[in-house]
């Protein structure tokens, strides 16, 4: 014999589409981001800084970048910090590469000194 259901004591349950998931506090990591969190926060500020800082100066590159990875409290801005700090650091090491090598040489004929 199939067990009648309207005799059960349990309540009905809500459809999941029902549920207003707007009404639930949001999970905040509690940190509020600092100069350094919103200045490494945006990505195309952080790959920026670090293609910059491979191309073109990279002091300033790793620079930013050590000073990212001690102050920011985000994970996302410390990983663009790290990228910026990286290119940094690749930049300075191919710069050395070249300049040991002979391939980049600083001749100051070329510029009449």
Known sequence: MAK???DDDR????PRDDDDYDDR??????????GMDKFFGNIGV???LAIFGFICCPCISI???A???GTCKTPEAKKHAMFSL???????LLNIILNVTG???FDPKQFGM
């Open 11 to 14: 309540p009905a349950r809500r």
């Open 25 to 34: 506090p949001r999970r905040d990591s509690g940190v509020s981001p600092g």
């Open 67 to 69: 000073i990212g990875m």
């Open 103 to 105: 391939i980049f040489k």
């Open 86 to 92: 990286a290119g940094g650091c690749a930049g300075i």
């Open 63 to 65: 620079i930013l970048g």
């Open 46 to 48: 952080g790959i920026g």
């Open 4 to 6: 009648d259901y309207d």
